[in-house]
């Protein structure tokens, strides 16, 4: 198992970049992937939109469970090493899928604008 060392939020916390204790194997993720492919979304089978500009708010350990991401849509999941090397591993095809899926439903990456009534 690969032992996660640190965490670095870039790019105004839309970029995640996981270090390991083995200094060949370093991670980078766009927050809309993990936000995308979090393991309570895959679970739910629902296609999501919307979250080209989706931040991290925060990084919390769970301890043997893993990590808890906290997004700024208040979603929250916990994600194992298991989930970030398969992440890793698979990243190539799974952006093209995720893509793909949105093409097929006619839905978008831009984020939603939300419009007030001042009236």
Same mark, same amino acid.
């Given at each position: 198992?690969?032992?996660?060392? !640190? #965490?670095?939020?870039? =790019? ?6 996981? %270090?390991? %204790? ?12 993990? !936000? ?7 679970? /739910? ?5 919307? *979250? *080209? $500009? @989706? !931040? ?6 769970? $301890? *043997? &469970? $893993? #990590? !808890? ?5 208040? &979603? /929250?999941?916990? #994600?194992? &090493?298991?989930?970030? @090397?398969?992440?890793? %591993?698979? &990243?190539?095809?799974?952006?093209? =899928?995720?893509? /793909?899926?949105?093409?097929?439903? *006619?839905?978008?990456? %831009?984020? =939603? ?5 001042? /009236?």
């Amino acid at each position: 198992m690969v032992n996660i060392t !640190r #965490f670095i939020l870039q =790019k105004n916390n839309t970029a995640l970049t996981i %270090e390991t %204790e083995q200094p060949t194997t370093q991670w980078q993720f766009n927050c809309e992937y993990l !936000r995308a492919f979090s393991p309570a979304q895959v679970a /739910s089978q629902q296609v999501i939109s919307h *979250k *080209k $500009g @989706v !931040r991290l708010n925060t990084i919390e350990n769970v $301890g *043997k &469970h $893993g #990590f !808890r991401l906290n997004f700024n849509d208040d &979603h /929250s999941c916990i #994600f194992t &090493h298991d989930t970030f @090397v398969q992440l890793a %591993e698979h &990243h190539d095809s799974n952006w093209q =899928k995720y893509l /793909s899926l949105l093409a097929e439903n *006619k839905l978008s990456r %831009e984020e =939603k604008i939300d419009i007030l009534n001042l /009236s």
